[in-house]
């Protein structure tokens, strides 16, 4: 193996297992910016002696072995400078001076599942804001660089690494362990693990902003989160309901977008471009969601719903195939599970597409005064769509005219009025 396949297989590795490497050193020091810094120097030590010593057959664990060294030499180093760092070399005395093979076998005899999985926890403690969650998340469990995070979210490096600095921070101050939750703390914090994961996978479905109606490298790391969750926790339906909704989403990218950028509605996409694998993938998921709720007399919670939601367009050969119907009644089990505003606008629209224009209108209108729709697009441009197919096109033209000023997103913006235009003047 040449220098430059040794040297990228070197990164290839790292890619994998930093998520794993920073959760298992966060929990030995107690500090994810110190995790990070001593993966980062166990990297740089590869680089250095794998191309001359090969590459180990545990990769994974001599990156931990070299990474966890490092730390208790700073530790030594700070000669016990205050309490914390006395509590943790207090722990770590007994392995300062075994061998590399000790140390290794006791690294496999470790649960690398449990470290991952309180890296997690702790990225998306509800103690911090929805946007400090979704970016050190994708920092510490992603492996993004502050430049990726802020250009995905179009924001400035900056206020990115801002967010993150003060994310790791209020977790120091609040003395957070990288631990998993146990018993009903468990169910509350994974909650807003799974809100995080959605809140990435949906800006990369459907960006808020920017010239770009999707993004989807947004969509893959969430998938990739997703999988990674799923693999950990296997007896939560939730988190497969979570995982099924993504990939039967995200298989239709493709096709959500014409060759001149435009959007293209749901109904009108080539199906034949969607992806055949990630559907199967979803199915799949789905079944696992429905199995567990079955085996444990749950109902079924928002995620569940939402996936089985998506699959019914999934299993439609064509638009017309489409059980609206179906779909209809899925809305209204989900507003019970998860009311909302834009739950309720949803389930207009299911309505009606199957019992017609006019039960969505009345639906519509019942829910008229709801604070979270007055600067909300889609709101407008449901209405919009519903007074069209009745055949009031002045009022839907000023409906689709409405919704293109209040989006932030350029080419819906255009959807949005390439439809004001075919109401005509």
Partial sequence: MSAGETHRTIEATFR?????????????????????????????????????????????????TTAKR???????????????????????????????????????????????????????????????????TLRVIGGLTTDEIARAFLSNE???????????????KAGLTFAVPRTAERTARLASVLEVIYLIFNEGYAATAGDDPIRPSLCQEAQRLGRILAGLVQDDAEVWGLLALMEIQASRLRARISPDGALIPLTEQNRARW?????????????????????????????????????????APTAEDTDWARIAGLYDQLRVVMPSPVVDLN?????????????????????????????????????GDFLFRTGRLAEARREFEAAANLTRNAREAAFLMARAGACGD
Wanted: glycine share 6%; proline share 4%; net charge negative.
């Fill in 16 to 64: 994998i297992e930093r998520a794993r490497l920073v959760a298992g050193l966060a929990r030995l020091v107690r500090d994810i910016d110190r995790a990070e810094e001593l993966a980062q120097d166990a990297l740089v030590v590869a680089l250095a002696e794998w191309p001359r010593t090969g590459i180990p057959a545990n990769p994974g664990a001599w990156l931990m």
């Fill in 70 to 136: 490092r730390g208790i030499d700073a530790i030594r180093r700070d000669k016990m400078r205050d309490r914390k760092h006395g509590e943790i070399a207090q722990d770590l005395d007994g392995a300062v001076d075994d061998s590399h093979d000790a140390i290794e076998a006791r690294l496999d005899a470790d649960d690398p599942g449990d470290e991952l999985l309180g890296l997690i926890f702790t990225a998306c403690h509800p103690v911090l804001s929805a946007e400090a969650r979704v970016a050190l």
């Fill in 158 to 172: 900056a206020t990115i690494a801002q967010r993150i600095v003060r994310a790791k921070r209020t977790i120091a």
């Fill in 275 to 315: 992806d055949g694998l990630l559907i199967q993938r979803g199915l799949e998921a789905l079944a696992r969601a429905e199995a567990l709720n079955a085996e444990q007399r749950k109902d079924a919670g928002p995620y569940a719903l939402q996936a089985a939601l998506a699959a019914c367009h999934a299993r």
């Fill in 347 to 383: 389930r207009a629209i299911a309505h009606s597409m199957a019992f017609g224009p006019d039960t969505g209108l009345r639906l519509l209108d019942a829910i008229a005064g709801a604070e979270a729709l007055r600067n909300y697009a889609p709101w407008p441009a449901a209405r």
